[in-house]
């Protein structure tokens, strides 16, 4: 059977700070979720999870409300709630993201520590 051409990428905020995890083998990942707005009163909210070097980069530099483009494979994942009916969710395997800016910051916060005698 032939593959089909499975890529997505979009651009969007962290909704909460990326979640290390180790996964059954082993292997460590993290776990996140963007919105993605597409419009007045419309967001798409995305599952995602990285791994290797992409997986360190996000869980070391990116936080709630930083912006990127994110890209990879789409999956759809499969559980099954407490009422026995079997649900399906999208998960994009991010392999690429990038910054489109920093989240966004308390401006009542110094831009330095402020420390000893102040020259005024």
């Known amino acids: 059977m032939a593959w089909d051409f499975n890529y997505f990428a979009c651009q969007g905020r962290l909704t909460k700070d990326p979640e290390r995890v180790t996964t059954k083998s082993g292997k460590e990942m993290v776990r996140f979720s963007i919105a993605n707005n597409r419009g007045q009163d419309i967001c798409n909210f995305i599952n995602c999870i990285a791994f290797g070097k992409v997986a360190e980069f996000l869980a070391t530099n990116m936080r ?3 912006a990127g483009i994110f890209a990879g494979s789409l999956k759809i ?7 026995g ?21 308390d401006d009542s916060a110094p831009d330095e520590p402020v420390s000893g005698d102040v020259p005024f």
């Open 77 to 83: 994942d499969k559980y099954t709630d407490k009422n």
């Open 85 to 105: 009916v079997e649900k399906q969710y999208p998960v994009l395997t991010v392999d690429t993201a990038n910054f489109t800016s920093a989240p966004k910051r």
């Open 64 to 66: 709630k409300g930083s």
